[in-house]
């Protein structure tokens, strides 16, 4: 079972104007989870998706490679199976591009 796209991570707020909170917040930041986040949130977006978009994505990152896997249940009920893996610093545009073009088929 895969978490919808970002499930899977803290996410920290502060106040706009709130800097020690901020300093704070800075150190708990992890520019490979953020990354990973974001090719899932961005796979989300290719397709349109929203929150109720039935959808479960698991980023993670292997060496200078982020291996995307995915599994939607869109028109069926046994679900969709992909598997991406994209170079760190491509992953975010090139997982909306996967999305759109497995949109289109």
């Known amino acids: 079972l895969l978490p919808a796209p970002g499930q899977w991570a803290l996410a920290i707020q502060t106040r706009a104007n709130d800097k020690k909170a901020q300093e704070l917040a800075q150190l708990l930041e992890d520019p490979i989870t953020r990354i990973c986040v974001e090719t899932e949130r961005?796979?989300?977006?290719?397709?349109?998706?929203?929150?109720q978009f039935p959808l479960g994505?698991?980023?993670?990152?292997?060496?200078?490679?982020?291996?995307?896997?995915?599994?939607?249940?869109?028109?069926?009920?046994?679900?969709?199976?992909?598997?991406?893996?994209?170079?760190?610093?491509?992953?975010?545009?090139?997982?909306?591009?996967?999305?759109?073009?497995?949109?289109?088929?």
């Open 42 to 51: 961005q796979f989300l977006a290719g397709l349109g998706g929203g929150c």
């Open 57 to 105: 994505a698991y980023a993670i990152q292997k060496d200078a490679l982020i291996y995307l896997q995915v599994r939607f249940y869109l028109n069926r009920l046994d679900g969709l199976n992909f598997e991406f893996s994209f170079k760190k610093e491509d992953s975010k545009n090139l997982s909306f591009n996967a999305a759109k073009e497995i949109f289109h088929r």
